[in-house]
């Protein structure tokens, strides 16, 4: 089994199975307040068994470790826990692992402060995760990139 987490400005599920991705692929964002923005969990299992289910936990870590809370009146803790599901070997091609993905649109975006944060995702004993840092002040940290022709 191998998991991958993608963040992205916004994102959804077509209907056709694809996933659309707008601004995807950063690593530094901010200052806070946080927009909205998504959070892309897929996890490819090698195995090329039937279909089986098992349960992912999916949450947001500050630099010491620690679950992130939202920050509400009800300091709700940022993790997910569910159980996801592989397809049958039948309804995929040869060769293709059977997998799942899940996706978290946080649309009101998130009260954090400055500083180094990781979304950790943990399935059949195994664990991915994915850092990202926010900017106490604009352009500090400015990502650098260009299209290559």
């Not at 056709?16 to 996890?43: C, K, M, R, Y």
């Not at 649109?105 to 994915?130: C, F, V």
Request: hydrophobic share 40%.
């Amino acid at each position: 089994m191998i998991a991958y987490i993608e963040l992205a400005r916004a994102a959804n599920v077509a209907t056709s199975g694809e996933l659309n991705l707008l601004g995807a692929g950063w690593d530094t964002i901010g200052p806070a307040p946080l927009p909205a923005f998504s959070v892309i969990a897929t996890i490819n299992d090698s195995d090329q068994s039937d279909a089986r289910s098992f349960d992912i936990w999916l949450r947001l870590v500050d630099s010491e470790g620690q679950i992130v809370s939202a920050g509400d009146e009800n300091s709700r803790l940022i993790e997910y826990r569910t159980s996801v599901q592989t397809s049958n070997r039948e309804n995929r091609p040869p060769g293709i692992s059977g997998g799942a993905r899940i996706m978290i649109d946080l649309q009101n975006g998130l009260p954090l402060t400055p500083g180094l944060y990781r979304w950790i995702l943990t399935a059949e004993g195994s664990e991915w995760s994915r850092a990202f840092f926010v900017r106490e002040k604009e352009g500090e940290y400015a990502p650098i990139g260009r299209n290559i022709e």
